[in-house]
Antibody
Framework: QVQLQESGPGLVKPSQTLSLTCTVSGASISSGGYYWSWIRQHPGKGLEWIGHIYYTGSTYYNPSLKSRVTISLDTSKNQFSLKLSSLAAADTAVYSC???????????WGQGTMVTVSS | DIQMTQSPSSLSASVGDRVTITCRASQGISNYLAWYQQKPGKVPKVLIYTASTLQSGVPSRFSGSGSGTDFTLTIGSLQPEDVATYYCQKYDSAPWTFGQGTKVEIK
């Protein structure tokens, strides 16, 4: 059974960089066949796809966030990470990591972690 | 980038009613369309992928159809446990954009 778990700070100051990690169990992120993604949900709002990474290191980001986002892999720890820079209050959201299949869509989700941007 | 537009944004129906939610892509996406159900405080759960394939374990009252730009999620007979927000997502190519969601309530 594949499980994903996000970790990182719950409170970050404006203008700082958010760093979140997703630890994967039950699957290897260095195997092919799946993308590893980040998705966020503003309080009371819909889902926003942030970006994903393939085991080769190839990435694709949401154009609306592209200038501020970096997603990377740490295969030694079976983890992948999100960095989001120049934070503002509008970045306050629940951030979730997920596993995507090219044919079956988003098949596994982490529980999500609430991040608040405030001074 | 391709935009995904869902309608309606919310609906209220009686138990046993047939409910239909639509999702329109601004360009053709073949059948790379998934539907998710999200209950309050919970993680989204995939109901349907490739537009019409029912995910294992999902009740058969859920069905999907469509191809190209226009897609539909149908709940054949609405049940109290179906109260949730439903999202479509395109995944033919990145970005894997979501629709804005449809909140389903019981009348």
């Amino acid at each position: 059974q594949v499980q994903l778990q996000e970790s990182g700070p719950g409170l970050v100051k404006p203008s700082q960089t958010l760093s979140l990690t997703c630890t994967v169990s039950g699957a290897s992120i260095s195997s092919g066949g799946y993308y590893w993604s980040w998705i966020r949900q503003h309080p009371g709002k819909g889902l926003e796809w942030i970006g994903h990474i393939y085991y080769t290191g190839s990435t694709y980001y949401n154009p609306s966030l592209k200038s501020r986002v970096t997603i990377s892999l740490d295969t030694s720890k079976n983890q992948f990470s999100l960095k989001l820079s120049s934070l503002a209050a509008a970045d306050t959201a629940v951030y979730s990591c997920a596993r995507e299949h090219p044919r079956m869509s988003t098949v596994n989700w982490g529980q999500g972690t609430m991040v608040t941007v405030s001074s | 980038d391709i935009q995904m537009t869902q309608s309606p944004s919310s609906l209220s129906a009686s138990v046993g009613d047939r409910v239909t939610i639509t999702c329109r892509a601004s360009q053709g996406i073949s059948n790379y369309l998934a539907w998710y159900q999200q209950k309050p405080g919970k993680v989204p759960k995939v109901l349907i992928y490739t537009a019409s394939t029912l995910q294992s374990g999902v009740p058969s009252r859920f069905s999907g159809s469509g191809s190209g730009t226009d897609f539909t999620l149908t709940i054949g007979s609405l049940q109290p446990e179906d109260v949730a927000t439903y999202y479509c997502q395109k995944y033919d190519s990145a970005p894997w954009t979501f629709g804005q969601g449809t909140k389903v309530e019981i009348k």
